[in-house]
């Protein structure tokens, strides 16, 4: 039988992307296997926020050529999109597909078998106007669906490659949305992760629809309990926005509202559409209206300009918001954007500092944050087995955190209730109480 591997990088949409391939290559007859293992075909999905993206895409395109020298490397994603002519040259790569035209993929491994001419089917991803129909039937391994509604995006933040590489906003058709959704019900999923490039954009190339019609849509479909938003826009948490999602009892009350910067210059540089005075009245209303609300966010250190004075603006900023989580990113200058060719940029050393701290009171906001809830009465979504404890299983509440329960049983995919008790490094740990289902 012959053999495809697969290695993603990024975000949750290229982790979505890389399930619908390898649907596509089961139906064609091939095997999916570990990209660690001796495949016939490798298939590279990256990502190119960072330069670190870009070098990780090389290193196992080199690794899957050791691994068997005559396999087909195929590289699809933004990286490819971005920089087609680069990815190309580098040695060993058979095909080079971008951010569109996903589905064609066995067809172009096919054609490149029968004439063993490289292929490079990027296209102009800023001429594409459809969202491209991509749906998957199960998701292996996991107990969370991450499902994709949402393509592109017009923000065009000064510091970003990816409007480039998506190219325009470009909204899934709904009924597709609860077709799919529906299916992985039937397949046991209990939570739906309604991502994409820009998700607080959905509808705005559709006509009468927006975002919450499909969160209410999804809503009523029988089987899934939770219903989880990715990485959102601040400015779409209008008091209306947020009393609709409270009345919604599947909804979590996480959300994770990017951020970016906490001093107000250095969100111009961005141009970011808000300052943090906005920012601040969002998360005040949320934690108004939904209760327990988990609020996590990106923050980047190092961009262009930023002062010292600025950096600690940010720190203050995060200090009085008290996020439960926050991803730390270091500035990466991305050939092709505005950001990349401003003066006064970071010395590495300084984004090395900078990073550092704003991790260390990261861990300070999300120790906090889980505290509260020492004694409480969660319900957790266990994910699988633990693999640093014996015995444990571990799995997230509806706000977010990380739980982690001993059972003889197996409960992977299962909803338990659990009692918190004590903090365990980032997560909590807890015993099971009540019935699972």
């Not at 993603?8 to 095997?31: D, P």
């Not at 999905?45 to 195929?74: H, M, Y």
Request: with cysteine; proline share 2%; glycine share 6%.
């Amino acid at each position: 039988m012959k053999k495809v591997a697969f290695y993603t990088l990024g975000c949750k949409v290229n982790q979505y992307e890389t399930e619908a391939m390898s649907e596509l290559f089961e139906k064609a007859g091939y095997s999916i296997v570990d990209h660690e293992e001796i495949a016939d075909v490798y298939i590279i999905n990256t990502c190119t926020v960072t330069n670190l993206g870009n070098r990780k895409s090389r290193q196992f395109i080199r690794k899957s050529k050791r691994n068997n020298e005559d396999a087909i490397i195929a590289v699809v994603g933004c990286y490819s999109q971005t920089s087609p002519d680069e990815v190309m040259e580098i040695a060993g790569v058979n095909i080079v597909l971008g951010t569109n035209d996903r589905k064609k993929i066995v067809d172009y491994v096919e054609k490149f078998k029968s004439e063993e001419e490289k292929i490079n089917a990027v296209s102009d991803i800023m001429e594409i106007k459809e969202f491209e129909e991509m749906s998957i039937g199960e998701v292996k391994g996991k107990t969370r669906a991450v499902l994709k509604i949402q393509e592109g995006c017009n923000q065009y933040c000064t510091y970003c490659i990816i409007p480039y590489a998506r190219g325009n906003i470009r909204s899934r058709k709904i009924d597709e949305i609860v077709k799919e959704v529906n299916r992985l019900a039937k397949n046991g999923f209990k939570e739906i992760v309604l991502t994409g490039i820009h998700v607080a954009s959905y509808g705005k190339d559709l006509k009468d629809i927006t975002l919450l019609d499909v969160i209410k849509r999804v809503h009523e479909v029988d089987g899934i309990e939770r219903i989880r938003l990715s990485s959102i826009e601040p400015t779409i948490m209008t008091e209306e926005f947020i009393y609709e999602l409270s009345c919604l009892e599947k909804v979590c009350p996480h959300f994770h509202l990017s951020l970016q910067s906490g001093c107000d210059e250095t969100l111009k540089r961005m141009n970011r559409k808000y300052n943090t005075s906005e920012y601040k009245v969002i998360v005040e209303r949320l934690r108004r209206i939904i209760n327990d609300v988990s609020i996590t966010t990106d923050i980047i250190v190092g961009f262009p300009g930023e002062t010292e004075e600025e950096f600690d603006e940010t720190m203050k900023f995060v200090k009085y918001i008290q996020f439960s989580q926050i991803h730390v990113f270091k500035y990466s200058p991305r050939k092709g954007t505005p950001a990349s060719k401003f003066k006064e940029q970071v010395l590495g050393n300084i984004k090395n500092i900078r990073s550092e701290k704003l991790i260390h009171l990261a861990e300070e906001c999300l120790i906090k944050y889980n505290k509260r809830f020492i004694n409480s009465r969660k319900k957790v979504l266990i994910e699988a087995a633990s693999q640093e404890m014996n015995g444990f299983y571990e799995g997230l509440t509806d706000n977010y955190i990380r739980v982690f329960v001993k059972s003889k049983e197996e409960l992977s995919g299962q909803i338990v209730s659990v009692k918190l008790e004590e903090t365990y490094n980032e997560a909590i740990m807890g015993m099971i109480i009540g019935n699972k289902n």
